[in-house]
């Protein structure tokens, strides 16, 4: 599992050059991502079939100490008889996106935590009108002993008279 060629922009995210991974294992370069590659590659050698969007994470030299996050496609590259001479990889850096999906979880969490907290009424619907979110006071001043899927949207816990004109006030 050495490095037969790798383009810069791989070597600069690795934090090596080129040249300094050349015939060098991920192990020796990589070995907290070798513990997840190698068993790919293994794999992609013994079977010969590609394995695509694997998340892959780890540290590298040029982020010390740093989680980073790797979308990565693996391919065998293949000789005429089939046998498997090389494994070839597209590698996507996600760690932006992780984090920022990392950041929304926990605002996420924060607003169910304040919405379940509060004295008030908490709900949120779709472009549907249907309920997507509803704090615990909304579901015990609404459900009234009716199960939460009897009443999927607003329109069901508002009089059928009162609905026009919630549905103009709050629009």
Not at 7 to 29: C, F, K, P, T, W
Not at 113 to 125: S, Y
Not at 138 to 144: G, I
Request: aromatic letters at 12%.
């Amino acid at each position: 599992y050495r490095y037969v060629q790798i383009n810069a922009a791989l070597a600069a995210i690795n934090g090596y050059s080129v040249e300094a991974h050349l015939e060098r294992s991920i192990s020796e370069l990589l070995p907290v991502n070798a513990r997840t590659v190698v068993p790919i590659l293994a794999k992609i050698f013994a079977t010969g079939q590609a394995l695509q969007n694997i998340e892959v994470r780890g540290e590298t030299p040029a982020d010390p100490g740093q989680q980073r996050y790797w979308l990565t496609s693996f391919f065998p590259v293949c000789a005429p008889d089939g046998a498997v001479l090389y494994v070839g990889a597209v590698v996507f850096d996600i760690t932006m996106r992780k984090e920022m999906e990392l950041s929304l979880r926990h605002s996420e969490e924060r607003f169910r935590t304040m919405a379940n907290v509060i004295p008030q009424l908490v709900w949120q619907e779709n472009q549907r009108g249907e309920v997507v979110f509803y704090n615990q006071r909304w579901h015990d001043f609404v459900a009234n002993g009716v199960p939460s899927s009897a009443f999927p949207s607003w329109q069901h816990v508002v009089h059928p008279a009162d609905r026009n004109e919630v549905a103009l006030r709050y629009a």
